[in-house]
Every structure is written in C-alpha cells, then in structure tokens.
C-alpha cells in the first residue's frame, strides 16, 4: 500500500458563522474569535463554526475533528467521515456547525484535525471569565 503525502492546511478558523455564496462559492467567515468569555461553568456555546481549508491529498480519507481541554486532553467533542481528493491541487473546504458544545471549565483548548488519524492542523483558544472592572480600574481616575 503506498504511502500518502501529507495533506497541508491552508486555514483553520473557528467563527460564529459561515455564510456560502452559491452563486460565486465565496466563503464568509463572519465573528471571527480566539477566546471565549462566560460568567458560568460549564458552559454551553448555542453555536460555533471551525472552517478548516486543506490541499496536496490524494484518494480516500477518514477525516476527524476533535475539540480537546489543553493539559488534560479531554475530548470534549468528536466527529468523523469520509472525504476524497480526486486531485493533489484540490482544495477541499470544511465548515464544521457545531451546536451546543459544552466547555467545562475555564481555560485554554484545542480544536485538532486529523486525516487517517495523523494531525493536519489544530488551533487553541481559550474560556475566561468576564473581567472584573472593580479590580482593574485605576484607583486614581
């Protein structure tokens, strides 16, 4: 069995939403974030979108992402599936809608893309509390 290349990302954005022009194919990527801020834990996103665009494939595919709570490597979500490049200069595009995931506590995570189970692309962001602004005003102003 030959030994297929590495697949290359070319974007991994997590957003509030995706909006696909069928006419042009054009992507917007609308709420563009890297943090999360809640009063609560847990805490549960009504809705987040992570766009992921990856080239240099060729053939057949198990494609897998995965969200994961950084130093303890829960999984706190999964989902997987088929995908198939039927040439190596083909961009496939991705918009993974994931509704209702639930964030345990505060800290930093990681989204991760794997094909074949062999990582393609990861991008962290972080769950934080709202700022105190009693605490972080100038006593003098």
Do not use: W
């Amino acid at each position: 069995m030959a030994v297929k290349s590495k697949l290359i990302a070319l974007s991994m954005v997590i957003c509030g939403a995706v909006i696909d022009d069928r006419r042009t194919g054009k992507k917007s990527l609308i709420g563009i974030f890297n943090n999360v801020i809640t009063p609560v834990i847990p805490s549960v996103s009504p809705r987040l979108n992570v766009f992921i665009a990856i080239t240099e494939g060729h053939g057949d595919y198990v494609g897998k992402i995965r969200c994961l709570k950084v130093g303890t490597e829960q999984e706190i979500f999964g989902m997987e599936g088929p995908f198939k490049f039927s040439d190596p200069r083909q961009i496939l595009e991705f918009n993974f809608e994931i509704v209702g995931l639930v964030f345990p506590d505060y800290g930093d995570y990681r989204f991760e893309f794997l094909a074949n189970n062999e990582p393609v692309t990861a991008r962290k962001f972080t769950v934080s509390k709202p700022m105190d602004l009693g605490k972080n005003h100038d006593k003098n102003s």
